[in-house]
């Protein structure tokens, strides 16, 4: 896109500005093809940069059929969460932020759940060379009185490439249950076949080796044990809010913009392009 570069700030100053960007993004080079009968001529529609079939006469808007459909909120309002989310450091409460926005927490919390969705979308380069490999265990997550589900363990496997004294990527993965077979897919997903793995449990060691040789067992990882210190931290810092439920969305939220932190103003439209192309149905 245009202007990667500069802030989402910069680039977008109104709801037009959000309209336009969109639009171009559905259809790309002008091209249209109506969702109803398949014709590919139009003229403007009722709503800004929407599309009317001059065939069926349908009314195509520009959010129609994606993750950006029906907000409750105006679209820069959406544009500049999407862009804290994707681009700012951790520490602020969800709380504080739906506050800076000015929206309810409720509402922030739906949208925000909605841009995770789409982050998880979002291919990542799996870790390579020396990767540290742990189980650990998530506790002391707060619930309120609208949503609440009760897991007494959160095992949450941790990969961290480790390039000389630091982290230098890293992906974390909620255990839907207490059994080493978890380990596998997330292993074969986010971890290079040619990685050196250092696995501090012998949670499930032995099928892992079977299936991904260059594995080590060792005692300990200092730098990823407090990794995981600084994640735990963070995570429960960064929302009021925070169920087994959703657990998972804010460690892709965390790790996306961990890993992609170098080339972070290209985040947005990362994100954006997803939920312009996806639209998924949150549980709220």
């Not at 509402?107 to 799996?126: D, G, M, N, T, W």
């Not at 696995?199 to 080796?209: A, T």
């Not at 990882?221 to 931290?233: C, I, N």
Request: charged share 25%.
């Amino acid at each position: 896109m245009k202007n990667v570069l500069k802030t989402p700030s910069q680039r977008f100053s109104c709801d037009d500005d959000c309209y336009k960007f969109m639009a171009e993004i559905k259809w790309p080079d002008e091209r249209f093809v109506c969702r109803r009968c398949g014709n590919t001529t139009y003229h403007h529609g009722r709503s800004p940069y929407s599309r009317r079939c001059n065939k069926c006469k349908h009314d195509e808007s520009v959010t129609s059929g994606t993750m950006l459909d029906k907000l409750k909120f105006p679209i820069l309002t959406a544009f500049n969460i999407i862009s804290c989310l994707a681009t700012r450091d951790t520490g602020i409460s969800s709380s504080k932020l739906a506050g800076n926005f000015g929206i309810q927490p409720k509402s922030y919390l739906a949208f925000r759940y909605k841009v995770q969705q789409a982050i998880s979308l979002i291919e990542q380069k799996p870790l390579i060379d020396a990767v540290g490999l742990g189980v650990f265990s998530m506790e002391s997550i707060e619930y309120d009185n609208w949503c609440r589900r009760e897991r007494p363990k959160q095992r949450i496997a941790v990969a961290a490439e480790i390039k000389g004294t630091t982290v230098n990527r890293a992906f974390a993965w909620v255990m839907e249950e207490d059994t080493a077979h978890y380990l596998s897919p997330f292993v074969k997903r986010f971890i290079h076949p040619q990685a050196h793995i250092f696995m501090i449990e012998r949670y499930g060691f032995k099928q892992l080796q079977r299936e991904h040789k260059l594995m080590t067992f060792v005692h300990d990882v200092p730098l990823l044990s407090e990794y995981f210190k600084s994640l735990r931290k963070g995570i429960l810092s960064d929302t009021y809010c925070l169920t087994y439920d959703h657990l998972q969305g804010y460690l892709d939220e965390y790790h996306f913009r961990l890993n992609s932190r170098r080339n972070s103003y290209r985040n947005f439209d990362r994100v954006i392009k997803v939920m312009m192309q996806v639209k998924k149905e949150i549980n709220k």
